[in-house]
């Protein structure tokens, strides 16, 4: 029997005015729903996973819901988003894997394995797939059933603030999500793409948790989409641990392309031991609220750890960007770059934050945040900072907002290109640098595609493909003559 129930969001998180405080019953009313429904909640859980789960709701009700007086929040108003209802669901919905069957996605040449998850919950047959390297893939439910000394070692041992409201919630009620583990030695030759949609008839609540081990001198490629089918409301709330062994090394990539009506909390803590490496690449091109916070902890020393994004936003759009990359050893590298083009009444958030503790000597750490403002009404508030305490390192922070270059376009346009396909050269030039650090070939020449066709207003939410890709045969025509320059 499907097991669901409403979420009376107006009710409980929509108070958010100067007499809020933590006993109202936005708090009674969560822990309430935790406490009816635990045996649900709990049913893959070992005794420890249990515990943890309470220690986190215990944690939870003593946090406080983000508001704009919060210094993390200050410029992403959740008001309007937790105004709505939303229905939370405690078992899989009955459609979800016929849905799985049917949504394809198809990257030409790309050579990978596809898990698709609907709604936050696994549909293909075989819950746990073993290949013939021994990497384990698929649901994180089933993984807590058939490898719980796995789960218990690293569910929730990354990075979580006492406080933070939204990680703390995941904790407490994560039923499934996807599983991955990489054994030491192996470098995986196909890239693991993970399809996340969301299809639902009514407004809909999600808390998928996401788990990824990589085992010492092994590699794994790792693609995660987020998408959505139609237009309905949805609240997705997401935690990713990912964690490096010594020598490991994981390309990351999160493709997020959802419809207007969308909110995306999307957590992502790695933990990095001796000489491990991190190249992670977030592409977001629709969302109507998406914030990503990515949190990355350096354990051992030769660590080096890439960060890159780019957004698209147009309309309304709102998007999140905190980054905390945390330098607790010596002789470790961290590189941030993120680059951002806004239009309409869109706006935008970057918060960079880089420690570098007493004992990280030889550390280089740099920031970089560069945006161009299309209208008048589009807006960026960017904040990277630098915060030492070592004395011997190299790093620097910087950010940049601005227009197109009119100079370029006088250019361009001098040499017969339209004004049209100008702006859109030096949008596409703009993007292209954040792009060009995607590593796996195929993958960059689609999303390449794919930002072009953004830049030209053609791309929306798909009802087919995740990635948009259309048929192999078929190319993305973009009416720049570079020849002409």
């Given amino acids: 029997?499907?097991?669901?129930?409403?979420?009376?969001?107006?009710?409980?998180?929509?108070?958010?005015?100067?007499?809020?405080?933590?006993?109202?019953?936005?708090?009674?009313?969560?822990?309430?729903?935790?406490?009816?429904?635990?045996?649900?909640?709990?049913?893959?859980?070992?005794?420890?996973?249990?515990?943890?789960?309470?220690?986190?709701?215990?944690?939870?009700?003593?946090?406080?819901?983000?508001?704009?007086?919060?210094?993390?929040?200050?410029?992403?108003?959740?008001?309007?988003?937790?105004?709505?209802?939303?229905?939370?669901?405690?078992?899989?919905?009955?459609?979800?894997?016929?849905?799985?069957?049917?949504?394809?996605?198809?990257?030409?040449?790309?050579?990978?394995?596809?898990?698709?998850?609907?709604?936050?919950?696994?549909?293909?047959?075989?819950?746990?797939i073993t290949l013939e390297d021994g990497i384990i893939i698929g649901s994180f439910s089933d993984a807590m059933k058939k490898f719980p000394e796995i789960v218990e070692q690293h569910f929730a041992k990354t990075f979580q603030p006492e406080k933070d409201f939204f990680s703390l919630l995941n904790t407490s009620y994560a039923q499934d999500g996807f599983f991955i583990y990489v054994p030491d030695n192996v470098n995986s030759q196909k890239s693991i793409q993970i399809v996340n949609i969301i299809n639902n008839d009514e407004n809909i609540f999600l808390q998928p948790r996401n788990l990824v081990i990589i085992g010492k001198n092994s590699k794994l490629s790792l693609i995660h989409c987020h998408d959505s089918v139609n237009q309905k409301n949805s609240f997705t709330n997401s935690v990713t641990e990912i964690f490096l062994n010594e020598n490991s090394n994981i390309d990351y990539y999160k493709l997020q392309n959802l419809n207007n009506q969308s909110t995306l909390l999307n957590h992502t803590n790695f933990y990095q031991n001796t000489n491990s490496n991190i190249s992670s690449n977030s592409i977001s091109l629709n969302g109507g609220l998406i914030r990503n916070e990515t949190c990355v902890e350096i354990e051992g020393e030769g660590c080096a750890a890439n960060v890159y994004g780019l957004f698209l936003m147009d309309d309304k759009q709102h998007i999140d960007n905190h980054i905390f990359i945390d330098h607790k050893k010596s002789n470790?590298?961290?590189?941030?770059?993120?680059?951002?083009?806004?239009?309409?009444?869109?706006?935008?958030?970057?918060?960079?934050?880089?420690?570098?503790?007493?004992?990280?000597?030889?550390?280089?750490?740099?920031?970089?945040?560069?945006?161009?403002?299309?209208?008048?009404t589009a807006k960026?508030?960017?904040?990277?900072?630098?915060?030492?305490?070592?004395?011997?390192?190299?790093?620097?922070?910087?950010?940049?907002?601005?227009?197109?270059?009119?100079?370029?376009?006088?250019?361009?346009?001098?040499?017969?290109?339209?004004?049209?396909?100008?702006?859109?050269?030096?949008?596409?030039?703009?993007?292209?640098?954040?792009?060009?650090?995607?590593?796996?070939?195929?993958?960059?020449?689609?999303?390449?595609?794919m930002v072009k066709k953004r830049l030209r207003g053609e791309l929306s939410v798909c009802d087919?493909?995740?990635?948009?890709?259309?048929?192999?045969?078929?190319?993305?025509?973009f009416e720049i003559d570079l020849s002409k320059i």
Avoid at 81 to 90: D, G, V
Avoid at 339 to 363: C, E, M, P, W, Y
Avoid at 410 to 423: M, P, V
């Fill in 380 to 449: 960026i508030n960017t904040k990277p900072f630098l915060e030492i305490y070592a004395d011997d390192v190299k790093c620097s922070h910087g950010a940049t907002v601005g227009q197109l270059d009119n100079e370029a376009l006088f250019y361009l346009r001098s040499r017969g290109i339209s004004e049209n396909n100008a702006r859109m050269l030096l949008m596409y030039a703009f993007a292209a640098e954040v792009i060009n650090k995607i590593s796996i070939e195929p993958l960059k020449n689609r999303i390449d595609d």
């Fill in 464 to 477: 087919q493909c995740v990635l948009h890709c259309g048929t192999p045969e078929k190319e993305i025509d």
């Fill in 1 to 128: 029997m499907l097991n669901y129930y409403i979420v009376d969001m107006e009710k409980k998180f929509l108070k958010l005015n100067d007499k809020f405080n933590k006993q109202t019953s936005l708090f009674n009313d969560l822990i309430n729903l935790f406490e009816e429904n635990k045996n649900q909640i709990f049913k893959n859980d070992t005794k420890k996973i249990s515990e943890v789960r309470k220690q986190a709701l215990e944690k939870f009700s003593k946090s406080e819901l983000p508001t704009l007086k919060h210094e993390k929040w200050r410029d992403t108003d959740l008001s309007k988003t937790l105004s709505k209802n939303y229905k939370y669901y405690f078992d899989a919905e009955e459609n979800n894997s016929e849905i799985g069957k049917t949504f394809k996605c198809v990257v030409p040449q790309l050579d990978s394995l596809s898990f698709t998850f609907v709604n936050g919950w696994n549909t293909f047959e075989s819950e746990l």
């Fill in 332 to 376: 470790c590298v961290s590189n941030e770059l993120f680059k951002g083009i806004l239009d309409d009444n869109a706006s935008a958030v970057f918060n960079g934050h880089v420690l570098v503790r007493q004992d990280s000597q030889k550390t280089e750490a740099f920031q970089s945040n560069k945006n161009i403002l299309l209208t008048d």
